[in-house]
């Protein structure tokens, strides 16, 4: 029998090693879109990359990574469960090609009866936009 400290709990030790993902699997902050400029000079200056239910406004960038922001309003999609679940497949699928990924900066806005389709159905279109918009901006 094996004794665990508070700092050891499941949950403590994820919080602070990461668990076991590997750093590059990671969402950090300088993946994301932190301020209304960064959002409003994607929105102004970006192409539009669409799916059945999500449209993905990009802007190349000269250099770094690609970053995410998420506007899942709720004129859209009424129910806060639904638009959380909306911005948590959106985050995993761009965390986990985020490597793969060109320099550009994403915002994921969804359409109309967005909340009505599966998960798999979700991640799936997500994924197709991203390789997508990838695509677009090493192009040019």
């Known amino acids: 029998m094996t004794s665990v400290t508070s700092s050891e709990t499941a949950a403590g030790s994820r919080a602070d090693d990461g668990g076991d993902e590997p750093r590059w699997a990671r969402f950090p902050r300088t ?4 301020t209304g400029r ?13 799916t059945a239910n999500l449209m993905l406004v990009v802007s ?27 911005k948590r497949v959106a985050r995993e699928e761009f965390r986990l090609m985020r490597t ?32 997508k918009a990838s695509r677009k901006c090493a192009q040019s």
């Open 31 to 34: 993946a994301r879109l932190l």
């Open 38 to 50: 960064d959002y409003q000079t994607v929105m102004r200056g970006g192409f539009r990359v669409h």
């Open 60 to 86: 190349a960038r000269s250099e770094g990574q690609a970053r995410l922001g998420l506007a899942v309003s709720r004129r859209r999609v009424r129910r806060a469960h639904e638009r959380n679940r909306i």
């Open 100 to 131: 793969d990924l060109a320099p550009m900066d994403v915002v994921v806005l969804a359409k109309p009866g967005a909340d009505e389709v599966s998960m798999d159905e979700l991640h799936r279109q997500m994924r197709h936009a991203l390789k």
